[in-house]
């Protein structure tokens, strides 16, 4: 009798310990339920890397499609529009070549940098703001610009999933 309601408590107390790790999590979006379109601006390009702004809104718009939980749609037919500025794109060494000349870096960090605002498509209600940045890393190969732009769609990549 007595492992009976040790059991039976032992069965409570372990479905109480295991409740509170569910209650902050919610399924589907946390967007409001009226926001189902969403409209992508070309990104403004401020910093000096040409065409940087087709790459970046073009990896944005895929993810949104891969993410799903908005649908790309005309400016006229979208709930929000994203507005997103490229502020700067950068380039940090990481590596330098042991070998043979020690001040030349054979490894780089590319770094992309964007504000973006999104708002509501009729009243033009900011709904959220926020800077992020993408990464990614490139091995030094043949000369640098050919290296930097080969390297420039994973960073754009990832700072589509940020911004999504």
């Known amino acids: 009798m007595i492992y009976k309601y040790t059991a039976m408590l032992l069965g409570m107390a372990l479905v109480l310990l295991t409740l509170p790790g569910c209650v902050g999590y919610r399924l589907g979006s946390t967007l409001p339920p009226d926001v189902k379109a969403i409209y992508?601006?070309?990104?403004?390009?401020?910093?000096?890397?040409?065409?940087?702004?087709?790459?970046?809104?073009?990896?944005?718009?895929?993810?949104?499609?891969?993410?799903?939980?908005?649908?790309?749609?005309?400016?006229?037919?979208?709930?929000?529009?994203?507005?997103?500025?490229l502020s700067a794109m950068t380039l940090t060494p990481l590596r330098y070549?042991?070998?043979?000349?020690?001040?030349?870096?054979?490894?780089?960090?590319l770094t992309l940098q964007v504000s973006f605002v999104l708002k509501r498509a009729k009243t033009r209600e900011i709904m959220n703001e926020a800077s992020v940045i993408?990464?990614?890393?490139?091995?030094?190969?043949?000369?640098?610009?050919?290296s930097k732009r080969a390297a420039i769609p994973a960073a754009s990549e990832d700072l589509a999933k940020r911004i999504v």
């Open 40 to 85: 992508v601006h070309l990104f403004i390009n401020k910093c000096n890397e040409p065409l940087l702004e087709i790459d970046t809104t073009n990896a944005t718009i895929a993810e949104f499609q891969k993410d799903g939980t908005l649908r790309i749609a005309p400016k006229g037919k979208a709930d929000v529009l994203l507005e997103t500025t």
């Open 134 to 146: 993408g990464e990614s890393t490139f091995v030094f190969v043949g000369n640098l610009n050919s």
């Open 97 to 109: 070549d042991q070998t043979t000349d020690k001040a030349k870096p054979n490894e780089y960090r």
